[in-house]
C-alpha cells in the first residue's frame, strides 16, 4: 500500500468517525425522559454518582437509583470509569439538570433473566444486601428476599453475620405487579444433598463409630448428622440405663460420637446407637466391684427360688433363697418386697455370662443359739445312766453269772 493510499484511508476513517459523532450527539440533543442512554461513570460521591452520557453536561444517579436494594455509599454501586447502561428519569436544560437510574434498567433487564431463570431451574448466586424480619434481601438486578426458612436445610436462629455473604438460590415465586421476587437457597442444597445421598450411605459401614450433631429430638429418638446424611438414635439405644425422652440424654446441636448398628440403602435408613460407644455397666461393675464387697442394692423382683438386686444402673445380681436369711424360709417374700434397699454381699461375678451372686444373709450376723437342758443335748434314743455306788475295786463290767447266778443255780 503506498503512502498515498494509506493517508486517503485515514481520512476517510476519521471522516466516519466525526460522522458518527454527529448522529450520537444529535440523538443525546433530541434526549427526552424514559430514554435510553450509555454513558461512563466519571465521579462518585456519597450519595451520588456522576456519568458522561455525551450530553452537553454530565448526569446524575442518585443513591437511590443506583440499585433496587439499599446501599450504605454510591461507591457499594459503581466505580468511576465503569460503562453503565441507565434511563433518563428527569431532565431540565435551564437549571443543567440530568437525573438517570440505573435501578429501573437493571430491574426491566432482571425481570426477564429471573423469567427464564425460573422456567430453566437455573442456579443463581446473589450477595445479601440486608438482614431483616423473616429473612434476607439479596441483589438480583431487583430487590429480592430468601425467607428464614429457605436460607439452610437446619434452622437458623441468628442471621446476623449473613449480610455479604454469597448465597446460590433458585427462583421460587415471581409477581412483577407486586415487585415480588422468592428465592431459596435450601431447595439448591436439599438437591445436591439428595445427589450425594447414596455416594455417603454407601460410605458408611456397620460397627462404624462417627461423631455427628444433634439435628432433631422426637418421641422415640434423635437424628443425628453424621456427614451430610441423618442417622437414628433409638431411645433404647441413647444410654445404658432407662431412658423416658431423649432431651434426658442430648439436646440439638449436641456433638456426639455414635456407633453404626444398621445400613439401608434401599430405604436410605441408617441405625445409630450412642450407647454402644460407652463401657456397658457389667464392664462398669467389673472394674468398680470384686468379689467379697458388701455394698448396697434395691430389690427389683422377688422370685420363687430368690431375689434379683440391681447394685448398678443395668446391672442386677440374684441373691438365692438360701443367702437371704440365717433361718429357714419359704418364700423371699417374707423377708423383701420389691424396692427395698438392702446390703448385699459380693460372691461371684462373670462378666462375660454378665451374672453376680450375692448374699444377703452374709452381711448380718447370725443369731446366737439357746442353751438347752442336759438331757435335750443326749443323743436320741439313748437314756442318761443312773448314778451307781460300787464297792471298793469294783467296776461296772459284771458276767452274766455274777450278776444272776443264784437265779441260775434253780435251774441246774
Known amino acids: 500500500m503506498s503512502e498515498e493510499?494509506?493517508?486517503?484511508?485515514?481520512?476517510?476513517?476519521?471522516?466516519?468517525?466525526?460522522?458518527?459523532?454527529?448522529?450520537?450527539?444529535?440523538?443525546?440533543?433530541?434526549?427526552?425522559?424514559?430514554d435510553l442512554v450509555k454513558g461512563k461513570i466519571v465521579k462518585v460521591d456519597n450519595d451520588q454518582a456522576y456519568v458522561d452520557i455525551g450530553y452537553k453536561y454530565d448526569g446524575v444517579i442518585p443513591l437511590r437509583e443506583l440499585s433496587s436494594v439499599q446501599l450504605e455509599d454510591a461507591s457499594q454501586g459503581v466505580q468511576v470509569g465503569q460503562e453503565v447502561e441507565l434511563r433518563v428519569v428527569r431532565l431540565n436544560d435551564a437549571k443543567e439538570e440530568l437525573v438517570l437510574s440505573k435501578r429501573a434498567v437493571d430491574s426491566e433487564k432482571a425481570w426477564e433473566k429471573l423469567a427464564a431463570d425460573m422456567e430453566n431451574k437455573t442456579i443463581l448466586?446473589?450477595?445479601?444486601?440486608e438482614v431483616v424480619k423473616g429473612g434476607l434481601v439479596v441483589d438480583v438486578g431487583l430487590r429480592g428476599f430468601v425467607p428464614a426458612s429457605m436460607v439452610e436445610r437446619h434452622f437458623v436462629e441468628d442471621f446476623s453475620d449473613y449480610k455479604g455473604r454469597t448465597l446460590r438460590l433458585r427462583v421460587k415465586e415471581m409477581d412483577r405487579e407486586?415487585?415480588?421476587?422468592?428465592?431459596?437457597?435450601?431447595?439448591?442444597?436439599?438437591?445436591?444433598?439428595?445427589?450425594?445421598?447414596?455416594?455417603?450411605?454407601a460410605g458408611i459401614s456397620v460397627g462404624q463409630e462417627l461423631t455427628g450433631t444433634v439435628q432433631r429430638l422426637t418421641q422415640f429418638g434423635a437424628f443425628i448428622d453424621i456427614g451430610g446424611v441423618d442417622g437414628l438414635v433409638h431411645i433404647s439405644e441413647m444410654a445404658w440405663h432407662h431412658v423416658e425422652t431423649p432431651s434426658e440424654v442430648v439436646k440439638e446441636g449436641d456433638q456426639v460420637k455414635v456407633?453404626?448398628?444398621k445400613v439401608d440403602p434401599e430405604n436410605e435408613r441408617?441405625?445409630?446407637?450412642?450407647?454402644?460407644?460407652?463401657?456397658?455397666?457389667?464392664?462398669?461393675?467389673?472394674?468398680?466391684?470384686?468379689?467379697?464387697?458388701?455394698?448396697?442394692?434395691?430389690?427389683?423382683?422377688?422370685?420363687?427360688?430368690?431375689?434379683?438386686?440391681?447394685?448398678?444402673?443395668g446391672v442386677e445380681g440374684l441373691v438365692h433363697i438360701s443367702q437371704i436369711a440365717h433361718r429357714h424360709i419359704g418364700t423371699p417374700h417374707e423377708v423383701l418386697k420389691e424396692g427395698?434397699?438392702?446390703?448385699?454381699?459380693?460372691?461371684?461375678?462373670n462378666v462375660d455370662e454378665k451374672r453376680i451372686s450375692l448374699s444377703i444373709k452374709e452381711t448380718e450376723e447370725a443369731p446366737a443359739q439357746e442353751a438347752?437342758?442336759?438331757?435335750?443335748r443326749a443323743p436320741r434314743g439313748r437314756e442318761p445312766k443312773e448314778h451307781v455306788d460300787l464297792p471298793p475295786n469294783q467296776s461296772l463290767t459284771m458276767t452274766l453269772g455274777e450278776r444272776f447266778g443264784d437265779k441260775l443255780s434253780k435251774f441246774k
Request: hydrophobic share 40%; aromatic share 6%.
Open 178 to 201: 407486586k415487585n415480588k421476587v422468592i428465592l431459596s437457597q435450601k431447595d439448591v442444597l436439599d438437591e445436591e444433598f439428595e445427589a450425594n445421598k447414596k455416594n455417603i450411605i
Open 259 to 261: 456407633q453404626v448398628l
Open 372 to 376: 438347752k437342758p442336759e438331757k435335750e
Open 125 to 129: 448466586e446473589a450477595t445479601v444486601a
Open 5 to 34: 493510499t494509506k493517508v486517503e484511508q485515514f481520512e476517510q476513517e476519521n471522516q466516519q468517525a466525526e460522522v458518527t459523532q454527529e448522529q450520537s450527539m444529535g440523538d443525546v440533543a433530541a434526549l427526552k425522559r424514559g
Open 270 to 313: 441408617i441405625s445409630l446407637s450412642i450407647k454402644a460407644t460407652q463401657p456397658g455397666p457389667w464392664q462398669q461393675a467389673a472394674d468398680k466391684f470384686k468379689v467379697g464387697d458388701i455394698i448396697t442394692g434395691t430389690v427389683k423382683r422377688l422370685v420363687p427360688f430368690g431375689a434379683f438386686v440391681e447394685v448398678f444402673p
Open 340 to 349: 427395698q434397699e438392702v446390703n448385699v454381699k459380693v460372691l461371684d461375678i
